[in-house]
Each structure stands twice: as C-alpha cells, then as structure tokens.
C-alpha cells in the first residue's frame, strides 16, 4: 500500500509523484492518505496523474482514509467522482449547488 505521510503540497510533490508512479507501474493501487493532515491542489494533481497511471494498466486506485480537505478540494475541481470520492463529500455543499425552499 502506497502511503501518503502527513504532508503531500507542492514542496515534496515531485518526489512522491515519482515514488507513487513507481509504485503503480509496479501493479500497486492502494494508496492509503490516513495520515495526511496538510495538502494542496498537488496532492490531487498527483491522485490524478496515479489513477491515469493505473488505467492505463487496467487497474483502479483505491484510496483509503481520503481527510475532509482532500475530498473538497477534489470535489471543488470537480475530481471527485473520477477518484471515487464523490460520496464523502455532502452533496448540498457542493459548489453551485443551490437548495431553495
């Protein structure tokens, strides 16, 4: 299983962009994010890049332990579903959902 650490931003994300393609090239597709508690837009830049990565050879990336921040910031460029997140994240906070009485 991939394991994300505690941070995954635009200052080490080369590096784990690499070590988690390596990975995925090698037939892994767990990737577990419990332990993340700081990230950015990289961090699902380099989800993306993984579940390309794992299409391509027929597999599905699976994550584990997804933090709230990581499933909004997903869900707010509109990634979440394609990275089977969709469902942890509340359909009504979506963003240009508007519920009306």
Do not use: F, K
């Not at 393609?21 to 767990?30: F, H, Y």
């Not at 997804?66 to 997903?74: E, G, W």
């Amino acid at each position: 299983m991939l394991s994300l650490g505690t941070s995954l931003t635009n200052q080490n994300a080369a590096a784990v962009l690499r070590d988690g393609l390596a990975r995925v090239a090698q037939g892994e597709t767990q990737v577990d994010c419990t332990g993340l508690a700081q990230v950015d837009s990289s961090a699902v830049a380099i989800l993306l890049a993984w579940h390309r990565a794992a299409a391509a050879r027929n597999l599905a990336l699976t994550l584990r332990g997804v933090p709230a921040q990581l499933s909004q910031l997903a869900n707010l460029y509109g990634v979440d579903g394609l990275l089977g997140l969709a469902n942890d994240v509340d359909p009504l906070s979506r963003p240009g959902h508007h519920h009306r009485h």
